[in-house]
């Protein structure tokens, strides 16, 4: 399995902007589809982004659709989020997450596909 660790969360007033990295490590990140997904307090946790291995596949949740991307660079073992026009209703902890490659052609948006999680980084929006 491979170990994730997100970071770039924080606090942002609304409207603003913010970029989340998860970096991966051991050299199997691109043998990986990866996911983001968040979860506020008292909710479950929700598909955001995920990317395929190659980067050539992506989707979003209809929350995100226009105002997030997901990116990543596989020379750098590092899966990205960029957030822009962010909403109140975006504040959640922010986990990445991966899914062998070898599992599914295409990348899953269940919190089930998804095998390896890191622990998560805080993004709160204020209004």
């Known amino acids: 399995q491979v170990q994730l660790v997100e970071s770039g969360g924080g606090l942002v007033q609304a409207g603003g902007s913010l970029r989340l990295s998860c970096a991966a490590s051991?050299?199997?990140?691109?043998?990986?589809?990866m996911g983001w997904f968040r979860q506020a307090p008292g909710k479950e946790r929700e598909f955001v982004a995920a990317i395929s291995w190659g980067g050539g596949t992506t989707y979003y949740a209809e929350s995100g659709e226009g105002r997030f991307t997901i990116s990543r660079d596989n020379a750098k073992n590092t899966l990205y989020l960029q957030m822009n026009s962010l909403k109140p209703e975006d504040t959640a902890v922010y986990y990445c997450?991966?899914?062998?490659?070898?599992?599914?052609?295409?990348?899953?948006?269940?919190?089930?596909?998804?095998?390896?999680w890191g622990q998560g980084t805080q993004v709160t929006v204020s209004s």
């Open positions: 051991g050299r199997t990140f691109r043998d990986n589809h």
């Open positions: 997450a991966a899914e062998n490659r070898r599992r599914t052609v295409l990348p899953g948006q269940s919190v089930a596909a998804y095998t390896s």
